[in-house]
């Protein structure tokens, strides 16, 4: 019996080491990617009409390889997805845009929810510090869940980076979490696309203005978002009745 529990205690120690050692190659595969791909995708969001040139030599490739620029950022929770979605406007225009960014997050949101439903809360501490997973009770709203997270997926500046790695923490199923979160991004992926779409016509002004509405809903949107984290939290917080 003494034996059979070292056998379980090694076995266990065995696969942390392995849960471990494939997070850090994880870890070292998408920084590597995000210099490689992130690096020159910055260069192009500077400079659009580059970007847009770039686009248009590679066919339909430079539209494969924009789509894997987007599940990357995805993937990499640090690379920001708004320039990524503006130059997806300006060079493509609004629908190609839209249907490409939603198409790459529905491929990076694939793979960090298997990734996290493998490696456990551990793949998402690698990217997210543990106080911040800790202070999501929306995540643990039972069965309004997953209206909750529809609901702050629809608006532009949540943290949806945060949400899409704990995301595989729940009981939600693949199918159901990628068609809540690829139909809620599209309100804030359009908006970055007309923006873009509008600069590349060089209507400035109109440009300006969708930038404008966007920052606003920005705000609206942390507001909705603290104010549903907010009610949930006092909903799972510990009891002080003593009596």
């Excluded at 019996?1 to 696969?15: D, F, P, S, W, Y």
């Excluded at 400035?204 to 984290?229: E, I, Q, S």
Aim: charged fraction near 20%; glycine fraction near 12%.
């Amino acid at each position: 019996m003494k034996r059979k529990r070292e056998r379980a205690q090694l076995t266990e120690a065995h696969k942390k080491k392995i849960y471990l050692f494939a997070i850090i190659v994880a870890l070292i595969f998408i920084a590597a990617v995000g210099y490689l791909v992130g690096k020159p995708m910055v260069e192009f969001v500077r400079e659009p009409e580059r970007f847009r040139a770039w686009v248009d030599e590679r066919g339909l490739w430079g539209r494969a390889a924009f789509v894997g620029m987007m599940a990357v950022q995805i993937i990499a929770a640090m690379i920001p997805g708004e320039p990524l979605e503006i130059a997806a406007g300006y060079a493509f225009g609004t629908v190609e845009g839209t249907a490409l960014c939603l198409l790459g997050a529905l491929i990076g949101g694939a793979a960090v929810f298997l990734a996290v439903r493998r490696f456990g809360r551990r793949a998402v501490e690698a990217f997210f510090p543990p106080e911040k997973i800790d202070a999501l009770p929306l995540l643990r709203s039972g069965r309004r869940l997953e209206g909750w997270l529809f609901v702050v997926f629809l608006f532009p500046g949540t943290p949806k980076d945060l949400l899409t790695y704990c995301a595989g923490l729940t009981h939600m199923q693949l199918g159901r979490w990628l068609a809540l979160s690829v139909v809620g991004r599209i309100p804030s992926v359009i908006t970055s696309t007309i923006g873009g779409d509008a600069l590349g016509a060089g209507s400035y002004g109109f440009a300006a203005l969708v930038f404008g509405v966007t920052l606003l809903l920005c705000g609206a949107g942390l507001l909705v978002y603290r104010r549903m984290n907010g009610k949930e939290g006092k909903k799972h917080a510990p009891s002080d009745d003593r009596g």
